[in-house]
């Protein structure tokens, strides 16, 4: 089914509310999984992927590369290009020298993305973490390039704090440089303090763009793992462990209510409560199944009662929280 398409900021950009995360092609989805993964998704009328030139270099064997690699094969195999929005990342380290954010860094790293992917342009091409050693007009400057080239249609930045958030869009104003029209901030229900206090406020006044990532908490959010025990034999176990605590369990409690009301489940919930939230155009999420996946689409779906959100909003509320952390 076809989904309402939302705009990208002022990038001209349209994108279905959920966006598939590629960090798992390669990593936890094999190239012929990634396919069956993409196929669907698109087929269910969503249509935009999200990557970045280091996945998936964590994984012992892999060294950075591997999902654009899986993503341009399979868009060579006939996924059609122009119904695809793709959306990558530069500034990671890829070997020894090469990362950051200078014009020198990007337009060869775009160069090695647009080979990788097997095409002649990226959709969205984002700072994926800031580069404190490269004037914001510099990077600017080599986005500027390759948009005025057709490699890249627009820029979006990953990881930013919002002093330099704001900064980079005052010198695109100032210098008639592009900016960046979307922001791809960890936000989900137990992270919110950092998002909500300084970055929404800057996205929502200048109509940017916010794609959330690790939108289940790296997996917490769908109730998958309630103790210790759920997470020994999980690839993600120690990025969870984080979240098993009191506020993460009175979270998983509120979720697993709102999802009985609405006859959902707990995954469904907690993408539905992101993208009833101002400013959030299309939360990431991956999964690694067919199964998690159709579960996952079709939280596009679900409107959440007032009730609900208000109940998700209490039980994962962040003053205490912010104050015993001092």
């Not at 060294?63 to 060579?76: A, H, R």
């Not at 984002?126 to 580069?131: A, E, F, I, P």
Request: proline share 4%; with cysteine.
């Amino acid at each position: 089914m076809a989904h309402g398409k939302r705009k990208l900021g002022n990038s001209g950009l349209e994108i279905a509310p959920i966006v598939f995360g590629g960090n798992i092609f390669g990593w936890t989805a094999d190239e012929p999984t990634s396919f069956r993964l993409l196929d669907a998704f698109i087929a269910a009328g969503f249509n935009a992927v999200d990557t970045a030139d280091v996945y998936s270099k964590w994984v012992p064997g892999n060294k950075g590369g591997e999902s654009e690699t899986i993503i341009g094969n399979w868009l060579k195999r006939g996924a059609k290009r122009q119904q695809v929005i793709i959306a990558t990342k530069v500034a990671s380290e890829m070997g020894p020298g090469k990362k950051g954010l200078s014009k020198r860094y990007i337009l060869a790293a775009a160069e090695d993305s647009l080979q990788r992917l097997q095409t002649d342009y990226i959709d969205l091409y984002q700072s994926h973490v800031d580069d404190p050693d490269t004037p914001l007009d510099e990077t600017l400057e080599a986005y500027a390039q390759l948009i005025k080239q057709g490699k890249v249609r627009a820029i979006g930045a990953s990881n930013y704090g919002a002093k330099r958030l704001g900064e980079a869009l005052q010198i695109s104003k100032k210098k008639g440089l592009p900016r960046y029209e979307s922001l791809q901030p960890l936000y989900n229900l137990y992270d919110r303090a950092d998002f909500e206090t300084d970055l929404a406020p800057v996205c929502l006044r200048e109509n940017i763009g916010v794609i959330p990532y690790f939108s289940l908490a790296s997996g917490f959010l769908s109730g998958k793992y309630r103790s210790e025990a759920d997470l020994a034999n999980s690839a993600r176990g120690s990025m969870v462990k984080k979240y098993l605590n009191e506020r993460g369990l009175r979270i998983l409690a509120a979720l697993d209510q709102v999802a009985i009301a609405h006859s959902s489940t707990a995954t469904q919930v907690a993408i539905a409560w992101l993208l009833a939230q101002p400013g959030v155009t299309a939360p990431i999420a991956s999964a690694t199944n067919l199964d998690q996946l159709h579960e996952l689409l079709s939280a596009a779906d679900l409107k959440l009662h007032p009730a609900s959100l208000n109940k998700l909003n209490q039980a994962s509320a962040c003053a205490a929280d912010a104050v015993s952390a001092g």
